[in-house]
């Protein structure tokens, strides 16, 4: 890869999923797209349409692969999964609301709104293992895509620490005022001597017509 050569990375976020409208916790266990999340994902396909697209990165869990696919077709790719774009795994709050969370573990849920890289969560990571393995990711995926296009869909929690670094800061800085929607498209550069640049943040006007679930926030339902 020639020095200072970028690589065009769009990251989209998967689609709305049955977890998501139940206020539910996937982290790294799945749960199906609902219909809107299908159709939020074939407008993320159809805005993607004439971009010049050289590949389809995914995370391996089914809500994000679903969502590739819808992009891939179009431009006759396969999607290529890597595990390292998985959400954090949220350990034992994983499948659990509000309600349960908030009685197993009292003050957990105050404690990852406000104050995220304080705590692991229970049984499971960091968000700083998880942003590591993310930016793993890129550093190893992204020489091979010089002066090229690539799609990158991940998902919530661990798409705000790719972005908080693509922004220049840390996981300290979480969390975002910006929200990250379901199917969003965030446009981002990569050099092998700078890493990561933000372009444009949380790009959503393809979704007009299918709308978002707008009362779904990361730092609730990762």
Not at 47 to 55: G, N, R, S, V
Not at 173 to 178: A, G, K, P, S, Y
Request: proline residues 4%; contains cysteine.
């Amino acid at each position: 890869m020639v020095a200072g050569t970028p690589v065009r990375i769009l990251l989209a976020r998967h689609g709305e999923t049955i977890f998501n409208v139940e206020g539910r916790w996937q982290g790294q266990s799945d749960s199906p797209l609902t219909e809107r999340g299908l159709a939020q994902a074939r407008e993320l396909a159809r805005a993607l349409a004439d971009e010049p697209i050289a590949a389809v990165y995914s995370s391996d869990l089914g809500r994000a692969v679903d969502t590739a696919a819808e992009v891939a077709k179009r431009h006759h790719l396969a999607v290529t999964t890597d595990e390292r774009l998985r959400e954090i795994d949220t350990g034992a709050w994983t499948g659990k609301g509000r309600a349960e969370i908030t009685a197993e573990f009292p003050g957990g849920l105050e404690a990852w709104a406000t104050q995220p890289t304080s705590m692991r969560l229970p049984h499971g990571e960091t968000l700083f293992e998880a942003q590591t393995r993310a930016l793993a990711f890129f550093a190893q995926r992204m020489p091979a895509h010089a002066a090229q296009t690539v799609v990158v869909i991940s998902h919530g929690a661990i798409g705000q620490t790719v972005l908080v670094n693509a922004m220049g800061g840390t996981v300290e800085d979480l969390w975002l005022e910006q929200r990250v929607d379901n199917c969003q498209i965030s446009r981002l550069e990569w050099t092998p001597s700078h890493g990561l640049k933000l372009i444009e943040l949380s790009d959503v006007r393809h979704l007009e017509d299918v709308g978002s679930l707008r009362g779904w926030r990361t730092t609730d339902a990762a």
